[in-house]
């Protein structure tokens, strides 16, 4: 970690996130959980069949309208010899407030391409969709869909328990909705983990919606990568399965590779 992140990392505050009220993420910085140059690769599988890959990556630190935002992304590309995906999702949000402050979503599912642009300003309570020019309000401490794959990893899960969190940028398609199904220990690529199982879901489409009907599996430790996730598309399920983790030789936390 570079000096000028030792210093972004001592003095952002813990992330915060709420469930009916009280805090329900753990007490590690943003900086600490997830360092720039943390790398998640993954295979996708159809069945028996491994259709393409893909990449969930803290690509760096930028600065967003004066606030130093982290880059993640997340990318998704494969597909059958009938059906193409190459979908990408950016995002930036705050490392003093883990709130999410820019989103972009580039999408070609089956040769129909959808993009989206936000500006979001959790400060001043809107968003703004570049795409349609419309300025709307957000929510408190707003929160994107790739963001949300990293605020997963925060909260503190024990089977039957059931999060809603109001925090989704588009107040109408609250809640998001975190299911704790169990523990459970599987085999991928990468290796053996113990993992917790989740139902995440947001109110409309993408990887993570309801009608997806997603499960993902994060590492039972102190990192809490995601190690594998499944998502129902048009043409069935694809699961996406850890096949490499690159992770800073620095950072705070990081589990024994298995």
Known sequence: MTAALRRLAMITALIPGQLHGQHATDTLRLLERFPVGERLLYDA????????????????????????????SFILQGGTFFYRLNDRMDSWVGIGDFASRRFRQDFDEGGKRRQAAYEIYPDSGFYRDLKAD??????????????????????????GQRFEFHRYFRPDRN????????????????????????????QGRGIL??????????????????????????????????????????????????
């Open 209 to 258: 919606a309801e009608a997806s009907d997603p499960r993902m599996w994060l590492s039972d430790d102190n990192r809490r990568m995601m190690v594998q996730l499944k998502s129902r598309f048009s043409f069935g399920t694809i699961t996406l399965r850890l096949i490499q983790a690159d992770l800073p030789a620095d950072s705070a936390g990081a589990p024994p590779r298995p």
């Open 175 to 202: 809640p998001v909705v975190l299911e704790v199904l169990g523990r459970d220990t599987i085999d991928v690529p990468a290796g053996r983990f113990a993992t917790v199982v989740i139902r995440p879901t947001i």
């Open 134 to 159: 419309t300025t709307l309000p957000t929510s408190p401490d707003p929160l994107d869909d790739a963001a949300f794959f990293y605020f997963a990893r925060t909260v503190q899960f024990e089977p």
């Open 45 to 72: 599988r159809f069945g028996f069949i491994t259709i393409g890959h893909a990449a969930m990556e803290v690509a760096g630190v930028d600065t967003i309208r004066g606030e130093p935002s982290l880059h993640i």
